[in-house]
């Protein structure tokens, strides 16, 4: 077993302040709030931070990649917004090209991946990674959500709300809209229980009365 040293401690502290403080003052960022910290490495081009906003409190684990797919000639319009407390875990990725927003205090597990669009393949004389990609759709997660180990955000169209408070489970893929309370998992995800306010506790959705789920 590896013994850890004071320094390492000491020395990984120091690391996450260098890479806030450069980030911070050399990147162009849309907003850059208080106590933000960004874990070296994370990848992050100048390009793409013009279009990250970063409120109050905002952690970023190691190997986070934040991606947008912009077009030079739009405005300088946020298409990330972390609101504040949002924490984010390693080797997670945000890959926005119209819009992605994650409310208040929204955790994330590892290796969570969100994303608004993907690559275009509609013609197969060409190379994938020559054809773009598609136009995508929004998505906007409510605060106090928490996203598990693995699970995939992805909207190809539309907007994709998952409300307020909700839970997706570890290596879900969550394509469509789910309501506030919900706990969702599965390829493609479901809605496995939601809150009963009267019952003043979770319950599966058998148990529960009829939702009504956004589109």
Not at 75 to 102: D, V, W
Request: aromatic residues 10%; positive net charge.
């Amino acid at each position: 077993m590896r013994v850890k040293f004071p320094f390492d401690e000491v020395g990984h502290r120091i690391a996450k302040k260098s890479c806030t403080l450069w980030k911070k003052y050399t990147f162009p960022f849309a907003a850059f709030g208080q106590h933000v910290s960004f874990t070296p490495p994370c990848r992050l081009t100048r390009s793409s931070a013009q279009y990250v906003a970063l409120e109050d409190g905002i952690t970023l684990a190691a190997d986070v990649w934040l991606n947008v797919q912009a077009d030079p000639a739009e405005s300088f319009q946020p298409k990330i917004i972390l609101r504040h407390g949002c924490n984010i875990g390693m080797r997670s990725t945000i890959s926005a090209k119209n819009y992605i927003e994650l409310g208040e205090n929204v955790l994330t597990a590892p290796s969570v991946l969100i994303m608004d669009h993907n690559h275009e393949y509609s013609d197969p004389e060409i190379p994938i990674s020559a054809q773009g990609v598609t136009e995508g759709g929004r998505i906007v997660i409510g605060r106090n959500s928490w996203l598990g180990y693995g699970c995939v955000i992805f909207c190809s169209k539309g907007q994709l709300t998952l409300g307020r408070n909700s839970v997706v489970g570890a290596n879900s893929v969550v394509t469509r809209s789910f309501p506030d309370f919900s706990v969702v998992a599965g390829n493609p995800a479901r809605l496995i229980k939601t809150y009963d306010r009267t019952l003043g506790q979770w319950v599966r959705v058998n148990e529960a009365a009829p939702l009504h789920q956004s589109r």
